[in-house]
């Protein structure tokens, strides 16, 4: 199976008729442009070899990868014995580059220089998530994500719709030939080999240290304590945001470029929701500020707020803060101001997050009652004051003509997640202790 693009939840079969069909009605590229295995994804041994078994069949023939091709070894441990046992020369006398043990072009950490932004393009990863931009940066890379055979295959064959059972390669004497099925050993016969060790301890006293951070950098922040709960209602809140459709902890959270400031937390939570799509005016990263009345970027309204004392909530969608369990998707609302994320439901690592920072993640009891919400309205969070586990909350929804209704909340706050909400975070709560 191969999934894409855009998102991973799109499933065809590889070399189908039916995905033939669907590459061509939706003009998906099919020339493939980068191939990438690896990642904390499908990069076992196992993976590693059957993958290397496609490429030596290649080889043999004389073929090498058409396009680029990553491999970025899952572990110190994968890497040192796949160099050891030669995989990764098979690997680079195709034209493969090997990459640091690293997230790297998974989460958007990779300096892509063969295709300009914004030039439609196609890339096979065997990466657990493809939406839009992740990978590297641009909104017209047509991302797959498929098993790290499928995704060599393709690397080798150049084309999207290469079906392995009838298509043929041709080899450096002009001849067709197939590929056999993969192959590969389950565990290194020799072992693993565990590689370099970097693991550096801890000092046995370590009271007398200080982390020093100097205050100009733009890289490394100190983190300052969150506020606790105020021990009332939260009451006219704005809504900075009604996102529409699809919003991920990509969407949240942009990661590539921006983790280089992912140790200063002032600096990234510039990039908030900058992916979210607002149902306002169907862009992304355009929102109105209601305290001036015009469009400005999601960050900066959030600012805007935060400087004026004026809390504010999200709106969302179904599945809200699928992706990465980045923590970051939820550092950020709480620093810029937020108080509560309302939505249809939620991923559940996310929903958890945000409890951790003093979040309040909150779904419509009825989900029908996103719809009578709008971007313009107040609202007030009722019954924090006897907030325990199982009762539901209240949204009191003011509209701009002053008349009001009500909708029921639910939450999965259990004892202790309620202790990290009045404390203002679960680090809060920690150090009572």
Request: hydrophobic residues 35%.
């Amino acid at each position: 199976m191969i999934n894409g693009p855009f998102t991973p939840d799109l499933a065809h079969e590889v070399g189908s008729a039916t995905f033939k069909a669907a590459i061509e009605k939706n003009g998906w590229p099919d020339e493939v442009k980068v191939g990438l295995i690896g990642s904390c994804t499908n990069s076992s041994y196992e993976d590693m070899q059957r993958s290397a078994s496609l490429v030596r069949q290649a080889k043999a023939k004389g073929v090498n990868f058409k396009g680029s091709f990553t491999v970025t070894p899952g572990s110190e441990q994968v890497r040192a014995t796949i160099a050891r046992d030669g995989l990764i020369d098979v690997f680079e006398g195709a034209g493969a580059t090997v990459l640091a043990n690293a997230c790297g072009p998974c989460i958007g950490q990779w300096d892509r220089q063969d295709v300009p932004k914004g030039e439609k393009n196609t890339i096979v990863t065997s990466f657990n998530r493809n939406f839009t931009s992740r990978n590297d940066g641009n909104p017209a890379t047509h991302a797959f994500v498929a098993s790290p055979e499928v995704a060599t295959l393709c690397a080798l064959s150049g084309k999207l719709s290469f079906d392995p059972e009838t298509d043929t390669l041709t080899g450096a004497d002009g001849k067709p030939f197939k590929l056999e099925p993969p192959s590969g050993d389950e565990l290194p016969s020799k072992g693993f080999d565990a590689g370099e060790n970097t693991y550096q301890a801890a000092p046995a006293d370590g009271s007398a240290l200080s982390v020093n951070v100097s205050p100009s950098s733009d890289r490394l922040q100190l983190l300052s304590p969150f506020k606790a709960w105020e021990g009332k209602d939260l009451t006219d809140l704005a809504i900075l945001i009604k996102a529409k459709g699809k919003c991920t902890t990509d969407h949240i959270s942009m990661a590539g470029p921006w983790l280089r400031f992912r140790g200063h937390l002032d600096n990234i939570s510039n990039n908030m929701l900058i992916g979210a799509t607002n149902c306002e005016n169907e862009k992304a990263n355009s929102v109105k500020n209601i305290l001036t009345g015009e469009y400005d970027e999601v960050p900066k309204v959030a600012r805007a707020y935060k400087a004026a004392s004026l809390g504010w909530v999200v709106i969302g969608d179904d599945n809200y803060g699928e992706g990465s369990s980045r923590e970051h998707a939820a550092l950020e609302p709480r620093h810029l101001g937020g108080r509560a994320i309302i939505v249809k439901s939620f991923a559940r690592i996310h929903e958890t997050n945000l409890k951790k920072q003093g979040m309040l993640p909150l779904t419509f009891a009825d989900p029908a009652d996103y719809d009578k919400i709008d971007p313009t309205d107040k609202v007030s969070i009722l019954g924090l004051t006897t907030l325990t586990p199982g009762k539901p909350l209240t949204l009191q929804v003011k509209k701009a003509n002053g008349s009001t209704l009500d909708i029921t909340l639910n939450h999965t706050f259990n004892a202790p997640q309620i202790g990290w909400f009045k404390a203002g975070s679960a680090l809060n709560k920690m150090s009572e202790k």
